[in-house]
């Protein structure tokens, strides 16, 4: 995971894309801690190797998940969060069976997905590492 600014090329020209995606299990249950969170860092990073997308920096709160990303032109914001959403819902529900006690599908169909720019993503990164720390959320991985 790095901050520094790497333009990318393609055929069809250079890029530098970073994308600030926010998503939320259904009905905000607070389902994303210990080795679950564990496991869903483990597969963004493997989604995001698939798709040769660089991960920036990456949060699993125990109710929701942010992550900074940069990905290739080709990829729209919608379709990076859905892939993620997608594969780990698949895989940690078969993997933690609980998951599928109480929700009928593990993510919230909506996210947020905003631009980040060269100038702001030094910015981006250090609210996303620092998330821990705010005062309405009492210990890492706790129960509030």
Same mark, same amino acid.
């Given at each position: 995971?790095?901050?520094?600014?790497?333009?990318?090329?393609?055929?069809?020209?250079?890029?530098? *894309?970073?994308?600030?995606?926010?998503?939320?299990?259904?009905?905000?249950?607070?389902?994303?801690?210990?080795?679950?969170?564990?496991?869903?860092?483990? *597969?963004?990073?493997?989604?995001?190797?698939e798709k040769n997308w660089e991960i920036i920096a990456?949060?699993?709160?125990?109710?929701?998940?942010?992550?900074?990303?940069?990905?290739?032109?080709?990829?729209?914001?919608?379709?990076?969060?859905?892939?993620?959403?997608?594969?780990?819902?698949?895989?940690?529900?078969?993997?933690?069976?609980? *998951?599928?006690?109480? *929700?009928?599908?593990?993510?919230?169909?909506?996210?947020?997905?905003?631009?980040?720019?060269n100038v702001s993503a030094a910015t981006v990164k250090?609210?996303?590492?620092?998330?821990?720390?705010?005062?309405?959320?009492?210990?890492?991985?706790?129960?509030?």
């Amino acid at each position: 995971m790095t901050d520094t600014r790497t333009v990318r090329r393609y055929s069809g020209g250079v890029y530098d *894309l970073g994308y600030h995606v926010v998503w939320c299990p259904k009905y905000r249950r607070r389902v994303l801690g210990g080795r679950v969170a564990e496991r869903l860092r483990e *597969l963004i990073k493997q989604k995001a190797a698939e798709k040769n997308w660089e991960i920036i920096a990456c949060e699993i709160m125990p109710d929701h998940v942010h992550l900074f990303a940069k990905a290739d032109p080709k990829s729209s914001p919608s379709h990076i969060a859905n892939q993620f959403k997608g594969f780990t819902s698949r895989v940690r529900r078969s993997e933690f069976p609980h *998951l599928k006690t109480g *929700l009928p599908t593990l993510w919230s169909s909506s996210f947020l997905a905003a631009t980040v720019g060269n100038v702001s993503a030094a910015t981006v990164k250090r609210y996303i590492d620092t998330q821990w720390e705010r005062p309405w959320v009492k210990t890492k991985g706790g129960k509030k």
